[in-house]
Every structure is written in C-alpha cells, then in structure tokens.
Nanobody, 121 residues
Framework: VQLQASGGGLVQAGGSLRLSCAASGRTFSIYHMAWFCQAPGKERKFVAAIGTSGGSTYYADSVKGRFSISRDNAKSTMYLQMNSLEPEDTAVYYC???????????????WGQGTLVTVSS
C-alpha cells in the first residue's frame, strides 16, 4: 500500500484543519491506521489510531476532545479533523498503517510522506 497525506497548512491558534491520507495499491480496508506527528527537534509521536472498520478509535491524551480520526473505506482515505489548534500542535503529520492495533502506543508500519501543520499564536 502507498499512502499520501495532505491538508496541512498555516492556521491561527483556535482554528481548525482537516488532514487526509489517501491510500492506493492494496485494499485499504484491511489496515488499521494511525496518525503521528513530529515537531521540530523532537521525536515522532502518536496522535490517533483507527480500526479497520472505523468503529474503534483512540487518541493521545494531548489531543483528546480536540482531534477526531475517521476513515472512508470506499474512498480509501483516512482523515484527521483538528479543532482548537494550539501552537504546540505545530508539526509534520504522518499517516501510517498499524500492524498491532492494540499496542499502546501503536507502531507505524508503512508510512506516507508528511504534511506540515503550523499553528501561529
């Protein structure tokens, strides 16, 4: 499977963005999926994960109540709705397949290229 993330940009604090991750090459619906982010000078960290059907999700504590992960298997696309953005959310966001969905935090397997989110104060 190949993944391509998009939707990043510059937004003011308190604003919203929706990221997309489009998959191609293999049946998208067989993969658990997740979003990760990497801020400048920091390690990549887990943001949110979603099960194959979309019925199960979980989040990093830092984004609970602000971010929402979803997927549309018919469109082979995953989304991350980001609300109430904070300057601390500034990072490159990556989508990835997840092999072990029940590992906390999950580890990414196949990665897409990142999309940059910049939140200004």
């Amino acid at each position: 499977v190949q993944l391509q993330a998009s939707g990043g940009g510059l937004v003011q604090a308190g604003g919203s963005l929706r990221l997309s991750c489009a998959a191609s090459g293999r049946t998208f619906s067989i993969y658990h999926m997740a979003w990760f982010c990497q801020a400048p000078g920091k390690e990549r960290k887990f943001v949110a994960a979603i099960g194959t059907s979309g019925g199960s999700t979980y989040y990093a504590d830092s984004v609970k109540g602000r971010f929402s992960i979803s997927r549309d298997n018919a469109k082979s696309t995953m989304y991350l709705q980001m609300n109430s953005l904070e300057p601390e959310d500034t990072a490159v966001y990556y989508c990835a397949t997840v092999t072990n969905y029940y590992r906390r935090p999950p580890a990414g397997d196949v990665w897409g290229q990142g999309t940059l989110v910049t939140v200004s104060s």
